[in-house]
């Protein structure tokens, strides 16, 4: 069975940092793109980031370039998102998703408030 | 960026009624290896979401068959035969043709009446 397990959410001041992680299982996690797509409090859905296979090629929306990291470790069969310099508009539950958006985790919700 | 457009955007339905979502995109979701990458997805309240249909009209694994896509080009539209209580939600179109980014419908809500 596949599943994709987030944590690292929480609650974090403006400008500060966070690292999601997605662990995968009950599938080959290195043969698969996977992406990052969040959801304000009672908003649509947003893709944030993806990255390829090997973690050679990365996406990202652009509000999020360069202040948000896409990575993996296929030995480790996880996603991770370094969040720096957040910002109140990055309040959010954080999904992790496999390509082509067929599985989904539960998510996990980052607050950044004073 | 291509922009995906749904309507209505709220949709109160009557049990055992059909209901009808449509998304329009900004420009053709054609790709150039020929496919349409045009997905639905369904987010029950308090759940993650769910993919129901890919490439337009194609059913995912347990999907049931009340549910249907279909369109081209630039309008799509999902199908709920008959719908059921279980299928109060929001429903998403999004669209992975021309993408970074991808990019998703505002959200269809649909309710019973």
């Known amino acids: 069975e596949v599943q994709l397990v987030e944590s690292g959410g929480g609650l974090v001041q403006p400008g500060g940092s966070l690292r999601l992680s997605c662990a995968a299982s009950?599938?080959?996690?290195?043969?698969?793109?996977m992406s990052w797509v969040r959801q304000a409090p009672g908003k649509g859905l947003e893709w944030v980031a993806n990255?390829?296979?090997?973690?050679?090629?990365?996406n990202y929306v652009d509000s999020v370039k360069g202040r948000f990291t896409i990575s993996r470790d296929n030995a480790k069969n996880s996603l991770y998102l370094q969040m720096n310099s957040l910002r109140a508009e990055d309040t959010a539950v954080y999904y992790c998703a496999r390509h082509p958006f067929d599985y989904w985790g539960q998510g996990t919700l980052v607050t950044v408030s004073s | 960026d291509v922009v995906m457009t749904q309507s209505p955007l709220s949709l109160p339905v009557t049990l055992g009624q059909p209901a009808s979502i449509s998304c329009r995109s900004s420009?053709?979701?054609?790709?150039?290896?020929?496919?349409?990458?045009l997905n639905w997805f369904q987010q029950r309240p308090g759940q993650s979401p769910r993919r129901l249909i890919y490439?337009?009209?194609n059913r995912d694994s347990g999907v049931p068959d009340r549910f249907s896509g279909s369109g081209s080009g630039t309008d799509f539209t999902l199908k709920i035969s008959r719908v059921e209580a279980e299928d109060v939600g929001v429903y998403y179109c999004m669209q992975g043709t021309h993408c970074p980014p991808w990019t998703f419908g505002q959200g269809t809500k649909v309710e019973i009446k």
């Open positions: 009950g599938f080959t996690f290195s043969s698969y793109w």
């Open positions: 990255v390829r296979q090997d973690g050679s090629g990365k």
């Open positions: 420009q053709s979701l054609v790709h150039s290896d020929g496919n349409t990458y």
């Open positions: 490439k337009v009209s």
